[in-house]
Nanobody, 124 residues
Framework: VQLQASGGGLVQSGDFLTLSCAAS????????MGWFRQTPGKEREFVAG????????HYAEFVKDRFTISRDYAKNTVYLQANSLEPEDTAVYYC??????????????????WGQGTQVTVSS
């Protein structure tokens, strides 16, 4: 299974980006695909996740009302629309996935597959 993340870049405060994560090698029909982010010296933190089977989404408090996660079931792809970006959102963003039926959506250790990361830099 490979996860290919894309869409990061350098933007100004208030701008938006759309991150994509395409899964190949397996068709996910259960479990979750999520986005995490990490900055140097800090642990990887949950940003957003979406369940494959019903599209139910979950968000970290710090991105609610700014970020939207969605999935394209047919393309095996998940998107993260990141609006109103702030300098504090600067990080490497990783997509991750699993097909578990019992899990904690917020816990990195519950994800079995990880993409390579895409850098998001927001200037003030």
């Amino acid at each position: 299974v490979q996860l290919q993340a894309s869409g990061g870049g350098l933007v100004q405060s208030g701008d938006f980006l759309t991150l994509s994560c395409a899964a190949s090698g397996r068709t996910f029909r259960s479990g979750v695909m999520g986005w995490f982010r990490q900055t140097p010296g800090k642990e990887r933190e949950f940003v957003a996740g979406i369940t494959w089977i019903n599209g139910r989404s979950h968000y970290a408090e710090f991105v609610k009302d700014r970020f939207t996660i969605s999935r394209d079931y047919a393309k095996n792809t998940v998107y993260l629309q990141a609006n109103s970006l702030e300098p504090e959102d600067t990080a490497v963003y990783y997509c991750a996935a699993h097909s578990r039926t019992v899990y904690n959506i917020y816990t990195p250790n519950d994800y079995d597959y990880w993409g390579q990361g895409t850098q998001v830099t927001v200037s003030s």
